[in-house]
C-alpha cells in the first residue's frame, strides 16, 4: 500500500466524517456509524505526517505549507463545523499536523545535541512534548494534545509495528472514547505501507480539506 492510496483512504474516511458531523442528526444510529468510519483518517494522516518528516527533501518548507493551510483551512473550517467566519474554541487539523511536525524537528535536534547523553535526551524529550500538548490545548486544536501524542508516538516507534499498533489504541483511548477500538484499524492499512510514494499528489490533501469544508458548508447553507 503506497502513500498515495493510505492518503485517499484518510481523505474518502474523513469526507463520510464531516458529512456525517455536519448533515446527520446524532440520535440517529446512522450518525454513530459514519462518525465511526471517521476514526480511520487522523491516525493514518498522523502517521502520513511522520513519514514525510523523514521523507521530505525540505523539512522547512514542509512546515511552512502546514502552516500556511492551517489558516487557509480556518474560515472554511469554522463556516463548516459553526457557521461563523471566526470560532476561537476549535482551530482545524492543520493546526495540530503544524504542532507536530515542529515538535519532530525540535526533538530530532534535540537527540543529535545529546547523542551521548541518553537521559538528557529523554527528559527533554518529554518536557518539551508535554510543552507542545500544552500549546495544542491551548490552542484548542483539532484533537489537542491527543493528536499530539499519538504523531510523537509514531515518531519514536517508527518502523516497528507492533508498538505503533500499541501506542495507537493507548492513545486513542483518550483521543476518541468509544471509536478507539474503530481507530486502531487504521492499523491494518497501515500495516501494509510498502514505503513507496505511489501517484504523486503532493497538494492532494492541502487542497481538498479546505476545499470540501466549503462545498459542505454551502449544501448545509443554500441547498438543504
Not at 491516525?43 to 511552512?64: N, Q
Not at 489504541?169 to 477500538?181: E, R
Not at 491494518?188 to 513507496?196: A, M, P, V
Request: glycine share 6%.
Amino acid at each position: 500500500m503506497t502513500t498515495f492510496m493510505l492518503k485517499m483512504i484518510a481523505i474518502i474516511t474523513m469526507l463520510i466524517d464531516h458529512s456525517a458531523a455536519i448533515f446527520v442528526p446524532n440520535n440517529l444510529p446512522m450518525y454513530w456509524v459514519l462518525r465511526g468510519i471517521g476514526r480511520l483518517a487522523f491516525p493514518i494522516f498522523a502517521f502520513l505526517l511522520v513519514e514525510g518528516f523523514f521523507h521530505t527533501r525540505d523539512v522547512k518548507k514542509y512546515l511552512i505549507r502546514l502552516g500556511l493551510f492551517a489558516f487557509i483551512s480556518e474560515i472554511p473550517f469554522d463556516l463548516a463545523f459553526y457557521k461563523t467566519f471566526f470560532y476561537p474554541g476549535h482551530q482545524n487539523i492543520f493546526f495540530t499536523l503544524f504542532l507536530g511536525l515542529l515538535l519532530m524537528m525540535i526533538l530530532k535536534k534535540a537527540e543529535e545535541r545529546f547523542k551521548k547523553k541518553t537521559i538528557i535526551s529523554n527528559i527533554l524529550d518529554a518536557v518539551i512534548t508535554v510543552g507542545f500538548c500544552i500549546i495544542a490545548v491551548l490552542l484548542a486544536t483539532d484533537y489537542n494534545y491527543s493528536g499530539i501524542l499519538l504523531i510523537i508516538s509514531f515518531y519514536l516507534f517508527r518502523g516497528n509495528k507492533i508498538l505503533l499498533t500499541l501506542s495507537l489504541l493507548i492513545v486513542t483511548g483518550y483521543l476518541m472514547g468509544p471509536f478507539s477500538a474503530i481507530a486502531t484499524l487504521s492499523m491494518i492499512f497501515i500495516w501494509f505501507y510498502n514505503g513507496k510514494k505511489g501517484r504523486d499528489a503532493k497538494y492532494l490533501f492541502y487542497i481538498f480539506y479546505p476545499a470540501h469544508l466549503l462545498i459542505l458548508f454551502f449544501i448545509s447553507k443554500f441547498v438543504l
